[in-house]
């Protein structure tokens, strides 16, 4: 097991260097009925779900430093081109380079919404950074949970356990800066009681949370085939008991 926020710090190194920050692709997407897309490199989280995998654990052979101006320049482009009104940082982990975010989220016109895609462990880390995203009107954050407690997330991403608190203080932080934001979670590998205790656990933070957002693994090829190398067992999209998500 690894400390996300030493792996953070080394992955930064790789990853970030002087304002600039490593991405592997520019692209419109479907998602969110359509949105920008930037997807950076580099990540402190190993899940064992993870799509891009292959960036994920190699980031040093993956990407290009890209300058904050030219990122919020193509998402614009892209944007522009396609007509859309949304625009995101996805493929890794965005905030590991936290001052680069920053600088492209300056550079973004407020007449589309950004939607921040992440794993919410630097911003449970240290509360100056949600309030840093507060000045954002036109900001959403997502943060994707990991399992639905401590020893979920410690066996879906190979990081300590104390690693899902960071991920739950990123939302109260988040509400207590007044940040627009909601919670995801990938149920595929949880009970039903674990789901349930989850949604107890996120409805004391805010009302709304209760209902958050269940992400369902996709099985990709080298998805299944990590998933079996590391003999985890996963639900597919209907629980073993089928009850539907939705009423646990
Ligand atoms: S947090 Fe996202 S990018 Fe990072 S390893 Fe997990 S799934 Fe992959």
Redesign the pocket.
């Known amino acids: 097991m690894f400390d996300p926020i030493k792996l953070a710090e080394l992955t930064k190194k790789e990853v970030c260097k002087a304002g600039l920050r490593k991405y592997y692709r520019f692209r419109p997407s479907r998602f969110y009925g359509g949105i920008s897309t930037a997807d950076c490199v580099g990540?402190c989280?190993?899940?064992v779900?993870?799509?891009?995998?292959k960036v994920?654990s190699r980031p040093l052979d993956h990407g290009e430093f890209y300058r904050p101006e030219e990122v919020a320049k193509r998402l614009t482009g892209i944007a522009e081109k396609k007509r859309l009104s949304q625009m995101r940082i996805s493929g890794?982990?965005p905030t590991l380079g936290w001052e680069h975010l920053l600088d492209v989220l300056d550079l973004i016109n407020d007449r589309y919404l950004f939607i921040l895609e992440t794993?919410g462990i630097l911003i449970g880390e240290n509360d100056d950074r949600p309030r840093d995203l507060s000045k954002y009107k036109n900001l959403h954050v997502r943060v994707?949970l990991?399992g639905t407690c401590r020893e979920e997330f410690s066996r879906l991403?190979g990081a300590l356990p104390e690693g899902f608190d960071l991920q739950i203080r990123a939302l109260e932080y988040l509400i207590r800066h007044r940040v627009n934001c909601h919670p995801a979670c990938m149920t595929s590998f949880s009970p039903p009681d674990n789901i349930k205790a989850l949604r107890r656990r996120l409805k004391n933070i805010h009302a709304g949370f209760e209902d958050f957002e269940a992400e369902e693994i996709i099985l990709y090829p080298h998805v299944e085939e990590r998933l079996k190398k590391l003999n985890i067992a996963y639900y597919t999209a209907h629980r073993p008991d089928n009850i539907p998500l939705e009423q646990i």
Do not use: G, P, Y
């Open positions: 990540c989280l190993r899940c779900f993870c799509w891009a995998w994920v890794n982990e794993n994707s990991k991403t």
